[in-house]
């Protein structure tokens, strides 16, 4: 989800651009989303700074008109029975309306997902024999991992890597600072440790 300041820099700008003081410059603007899925991510916040940061908490949220879309089409043209079970049990959880057990995380029904034990289990059951199917790019169209952390990403994307038939072969940025005088204060350990949003790791 966008942080708020994202759509008051826009507002800001339109209204400058088109030297009209009305909202967004007298731009429609139609939005898309969901608040039931993931907040803005704001680094070393807490839960309070993430919903400070949501639409609903900008000025501008009180001009906002809500259309809801009520049909799940990606279900309708899937005309999958397990997919339907499942879009309903994510809008169970997205409305609070599934079962919280004593230790405060909610209860998903068995059929919800698989249980995997491990990471090795987890490439195994999504990429199976990938050492050989790698090379069908439609086979590897049909799957994906995701992950909440990009530490999880690295080690997952590293392990399947390791399983192809080919040597590996490491890539490194550059790692020295241009002024060769702030290499004191920028020392190549340092830079090499950087795991900059937008940007490859160092290896």
């Known amino acids: 989800m966008a942080h708020k300041h994202s759509l008051e820099a826009l507002n800001r700008t339109l209204k400058d651009i088109k030297n009209n003081d009305k909202l967004f410059g007298g731009t429609l603007l139609v939005l898309s989303g969901d608040f039931r899925q993931t907040l803005p991510v704001i680094p070393?916040?807490?839960?309070?700074?993430?919903i400070n940061a949501c639409l609903k908490s900008s000025t501008l949220w009180r001009y906002v008109e809500i259309v809801q879309l009520k049909v799940n089409m990606r279900v309708q043209m899937l005309q999958?029975?397990?997919a339907e079970t499942f879009s309903k049990q994510?809008?169970?959880i997205g409305d609070g309306k599934v079962t919280i057990a004593e230790t405060g995380y909610i209860k998903l029904a068995n059929d919800f997902c698989t249980i995997i034990d491990s990471q090795d289990a987890l490439i195994e059951q999504i990429f199976p024999n990938v050492h050989t199917?790698?090379?069908?790019?439609?086979w590897l169209a049909e799957r994906a991992m995701l992950a909440a952390k990009y530490v999880d990403v690295d080690?997952?994307?590293l392990k399947i890597q390791q399983l192809l038939p080919w040597d590996l072969v490491s890539y490194k940025y550059i790692d020295t600072v241009c002024d060769g005088t702030?290499?004191?204060n920028f020392p190549t350990e340092f830079l090499?440790?950087?795991d900059l949003p937008g940007m490859p790791p160092h290896s």
């Open 155 to 157: 080690i997952l994307n």
């Open 80 to 82: 999958d029975p397990s």
């Open 44 to 50: 070393r916040s807490t839960y309070a700074d993430e």
């Open 133 to 138: 199917n790698y090379i069908n790019l439609e």
């Open 192 to 194: 090499n440790s950087l």
């Open 182 to 184: 702030e290499a004191v």
């Open 90 to 92: 994510l809008l169970d």
